[in-house]
């Protein structure tokens, strides 16, 4: 029989850096959403969904979210994930896009393991324009709600394999 998890708990899971300092699992870069079509008013609803996004995470208590103007100095580099996470001090990155596609617009993101630099979720929302960026707000939530869920499991995954 699983334990039940309480919600608090995976701020106490830690582990090894690359550095070798210990850092808790429960913390997270937010990158820039992309926006690979180059229109100006995707642009600023790509900043506006990551903003949201920073904003719902941050509400999170046992989540440390990097600040918005640290991940914002790696907008437009060249550098690798891990190295990204080392700098910001994080264990986990949220990297995606948004993109129109006609009448329609795509906001999609991967929640990326630092140490691995390995996705371990992904999730596309798509819908008709007006709609999309009238429920920004849900959807930055409920984009919010998918990543602290799956921080909390793979949190708690390591604690389970020795649990059993």
Same mark, same amino acid.
Not at 2 to 22: H, Y
Not at 94 to 110: D, H, P, T
Not at 112 to 123: P, Y
Not at 130 to 142: C, D, E, F, H, Q
């Given at each position: 029989?699983?334990?039940?998890? $309480?919600?608090?708990? $995976?701020?106490?899971?830690?582990? +090894?850096?690359?550095?070798?300092?210990?850092?808790?699992?429960?913390?997270?870069?937010?990158?820039?959403?992309?926006?690979?079509? !180059?229109?100006?008013?995707? =642009?600023?609803?790509? !900043?506006?969904?990551?903003?949201?996004?920073?904003?719902?995470?941050? !509400?999170?208590?046992?989540?440390?979210?990097?600040?918005?103007?640290?991940?914002?100095?790696?907008?437009?580099?060249?550098?690798?994930?891990?190295?990204?996470?080392?700098?910001?001090?994080?264990?986990?990155?949220?990297? !995606?896009?948004?993109?129109?596609?006609?009448?329609?617009?795509?906001?999609?993101?991967?929640?990326? =393991?630092?140490?691995?630099?390995?996705?371990?979720?992904?999730?596309?929302?798509?819908? +008709?324009? $007006?709609?999309?960026?009238?429920?920004?707000?849900?959807?930055?939530?409920?984009?919010?709600?998918?990543?602290?869920?799956?921080? +909390?499991?793979?949190?708690?995954? $390591?604690?389970?394999?020795?649990?059993?």
């Amino acid at each position: 029989m699983r334990p039940k998890l $309480p919600i608090a708990a $995976p701020a106490v899971v830690r582990r +090894q850096s690359a550095q070798g300092s210990i850092e808790p699992r429960s913390s997270v870069a937010i990158m820039r959403l992309a926006n690979p079509s !180059g229109d100006w008013l995707v =642009d600023q609803a790509a !900043g506006y969904f990551t903003e949201l996004l920073i904003v719902h995470l941050s !509400g999170v208590p046992w989540l440390r979210v990097a600040s918005r103007t640290s991940s914002e100095l790696y907008k437009s580099t060249c550098a690798r994930l891990p190295e990204i996470a080392r700098a910001l001090k994080v264990s986990s990155i949220v990297q !995606g896009s948004v993109l129109e596609l006609g009448s329609q617009i795509q906001v999609a993101f991967s929640l990326v =393991d630092a140490g691995s630099d390995s996705s371990f979720v992904s999730r596309t929302y798509t819908g +008709q324009t $007006p709609t999309i960026l009238r429920m920004r707000s849900a959807i930055a939530k409920s984009m919010a709600d998918d990543i602290t869920t799956a921080l +909390q499991q793979a949190s708690w995954t $390591p604690l389970l394999a020795h649990a059993s």
